[in-house]
Each structure stands twice: as C-alpha cells, then as structure tokens.
C-alpha cells in the first residue's frame, strides 16, 4: 500500500548538509499497522513526510496504493493527498473553533456542502467516540480527546492510509492505550493501512503488524514482529523482549529459546527435563501477546556443558524453537546501542543487559 524505493532527502543549510533519508525502502502492505521505531533525529518524522510528499524528497521514489505519488502533477498530488490521512503529536487542532468546526476543515476545503459536512462530522464523532463533544472548544478536552479529534478530522475524507507522527507521546499510558485501540478497531472497520511513528516499544509490541527500526536516516532492520522475534541478532526483538537472566554459565549450558505462534517453550522444557532426565532452571522469560499470538523467549540453563547438552538442545532445535547457546564469557551488552550489543559468536548470542529500558530514549 505505501512503497518507498532508495528514498532519499538531504537537508542543505548554508555551510551544512545532512542526509535525513538515506536509500529508504519501506513496503507498507495493505490493512497493516507499520512502526517505525528509532532514536530522536534518526529522521523518522522526515520519512512521514515525505510519504505524502509534504516533504519533497530530494531522490527516490514513494508510491501510496499503487499510484507513484512523486511523478503526479500538482494537482493530480493534491487528489491523492486527501485519501492520506495524518495525526500528530501535538493535535494541531484550532483554538478557536469547537470539535465539530476542527473535524469540517478538511471537508470544507474540499468543498463539502454544508448538509452533507454535518452529517459527515456527526458520523465522525460518532466513529471515534466523541457524540457528546461537538460544541466543546479544545481547551475544554482532554489530550485523549483532542486526540480523538485529530483522527475524526484526519478520517474526514475517507482516507485509505493513516499517517501517524507520534500520536500518544503527549499521553499517559491509560489514554496511549485508548487511543491505540480505537485505531486498531478504525483499521479494521475501515480497512485503513497505518504507518506510525513513535519511539515507545510498547506502542510497536501492542498494535504493530510489522516494524522498522532506523538509524541516521536508514532503515536497519525491517519485519514482521513476530519474524524479527526469531532474528538471534535483531535489536528490535532484543528491546520487545528482554532477558534479564543471568549469563555466567558455570556448570551449566544456557540457552535462549524463542517461540511463537501456537507452540510455547513451557511443555518443551518440562518435556525436555523428563526424558533426558536433565536440570533444567528458568532464568527469566518474557511471554507477550503479539497480533493475538503468543510470542516471547525463555532463557533456561541446562546443567553440564554445551557437549553434555548436545542431543537435548537438538530437541528443542527439531521440535520448531529457535535455540540460541550463549556465550558464557561474552559481555553482557547494551541493548540499544552498546558497542557490542548482542556480540554473535557463530550461533551464540551475548545477552541483553538486565533491565535494559526497551524503549528509546527521546533526546529532546
Ligand atoms: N527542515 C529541516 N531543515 C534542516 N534539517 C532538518 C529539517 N528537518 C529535519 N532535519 C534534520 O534531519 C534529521 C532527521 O530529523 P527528523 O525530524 O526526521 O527526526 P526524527 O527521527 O523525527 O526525530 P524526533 O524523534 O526527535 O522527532 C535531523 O538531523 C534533523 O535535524
Ligand atoms: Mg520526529
């Protein structure tokens, strides 16, 4: 639904360049919810904007429902842009005129005469819970409800893609929350396809489809969620899913296990026990809820060394479970952006650090 090929915008002030974008291919299916995680000026917002093209890029191609939006004239471009939908972070909402006159403004700019505008606004409201709002200013909301305002007013002209720049950081958890399940359901109501923006893991583990992470402008790592999760060296997966177990492997083998869809580590690891009559300890699991299927990664440790535990990793390996031997003299790394995060020895994986934030830090 929104593809970007070698996507590219450098930014030129007088003495000074910088490559906001920098080859980015993207490719948004239709009726998915996409994150783009990444740190503060990893040009994610840039990548937003350029998406419809209220940003011109300064190379590259993006093509929204199959039309390539940067070979459109101006005119043709100010046709396909009213079925892109955009919220922000700060609402944007005016002041001056009541919740049902913020959501006419779009429909009064593409020219909506007046009996149809108001049956359109009450529709909206109705659609995102805000009936009983119409004549309240902004002022007299709150964040959720400006919120809720700034998707009846972005879904105004019956958008197919939601463009989503940070939509629940000015929110608390509760309100992000509400929020991220009205547009769980409006994707699935009206068969949106939303990009979002935003730099909290929690937003990508609870609503997202797929992900990307970026950095200096580039797209380093891109998935399904549950696809990354089974990436041993995925960052993404490493921030979803931190183990906090120990590492120091001493006498014992330990092991990574990630698991997803139907099957979970639980009655392999009993199973595992039973039959090759080996300890098994637990030392930290993280078992989530993704898209409805249960996904996650259990860290266990077998007692003995790796050669004395060959056969039953082999088990877990046969029935489906990523297996993942840690290296027990690795250090342990940072998980966002330590100088050796995740150092990979051959199949082994060093640790996450124990209670790493799985969240990116906002610099501003
Ligand atoms: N209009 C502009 N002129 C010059 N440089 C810009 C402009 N807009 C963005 N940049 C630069 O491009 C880079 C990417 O900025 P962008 O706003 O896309 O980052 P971001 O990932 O959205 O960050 P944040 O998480 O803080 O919102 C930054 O180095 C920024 O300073
Ligand atoms: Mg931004």
Redesign the pocket.
């Known amino acids: 639904m929104i593809r970007t090929h070698a996507l590219t915008?450098v930014?030129?002030?007088r003495d000074r360049e910088?490559?906001?974008?920098d080859h980015v291919d993207l490719d948004v299916a239709e009726g998915e919810i996409f994150g783009v995680l990444?740190?503060?000026?990893?040009?994610?917002?840039?990548?937003?904007?350029c998406v419809n093209l209220l940003?011109r890029p300064t190379s590259g191609t993006v093509a929204v429902g199959g039309r390539e939006l940067t070979a459109l004239s101006a005119r043709d471009l100010r046709a396909e842009r009213l079925r892109i939908g955009m919220i922000f972070q700060h609402f944007n909402l005016l002041s001056s005129r009541d919740v049902a006159g913020n959501v006419a403004v779009p429909l009064e700019i593409a020219g909506v005469g007046r009996a149809e505008r108001n049956r359109k606004v009450a529709e909206l409201l109705e659609l995102v819970g805000l009936s009983g709002h119409a004549k309240a200013y902004p002022a007299q909301l709150s964040g959720g409800q400006k919120q809720r305002v700034g998707i009846a007013r972005a879904l105004a002209n019956d958008p197919r893609v939601l463009l989503c720049?940070?939509a629940t950081s000015a929110l608390d958890p509760e309100t992000t929350r509400s929020i991220l399940d009205l547009l769980r359901d409006l994707r699935s109501s009206l068969g949106l396809t939303i990009l979002l923006?935003t730099?909290e893991m929690d937003v990508v583990k609870s609503i997202c489809d797929s992900a990307a992470l970026?950095e200096d402008?580039r797209v380093v790592e891109s998935g399904s969620v549950a696809d990354l999760l089974t990436r041993p060296d995925s960052r993404l997966a490493r921030d979803m899913f931190p183990l906090g177990g120990p590492v120091d492997g001493k006498g014992s083998t330990v092991v990574d296990i990630t698991f997803r869809g139907e099957e979970t580590a639980h009655p392999f690891v009993s199973t595992l026990a039973r039959t090759y009559n080996v300890d098994v300890n637990i030392l930290g699991a993280a078992v989530e809820t993704v898209g409805g299927r249960q996904v996650g990664r259990m860290r266990i440790a077998l007692d003995g060394g790796f050669e004395q535990n060959v056969v039953p990793i082999g088990y877990l390996r046969e029935q489906g479970l990523q297996v993942d031997v840690l290296d027990a003299d690795a250090d342990v790394a940072g998980a966002v952006d330590g100088p050796a995060a995740g150092r990979i020895v051959g199949a082994r994986i060093a640790a996450t650090a124990p209670g790493a934030a799985p969240t990116f830090a906002?610099?501003?």
């Not at 990444?38 to 904007?49: D, E």
Request: no cysteine; proline share 0%; glycine share 14%.
């Open positions: 915008k930014f030129r002030a910088v490559t906001a974008l990444g740190r503060s000026g990893a040009g994610k917002s840039t990548l937003i904007r940003e720049d940070e923006i730099h970026m402008g906002k610099e501003a």
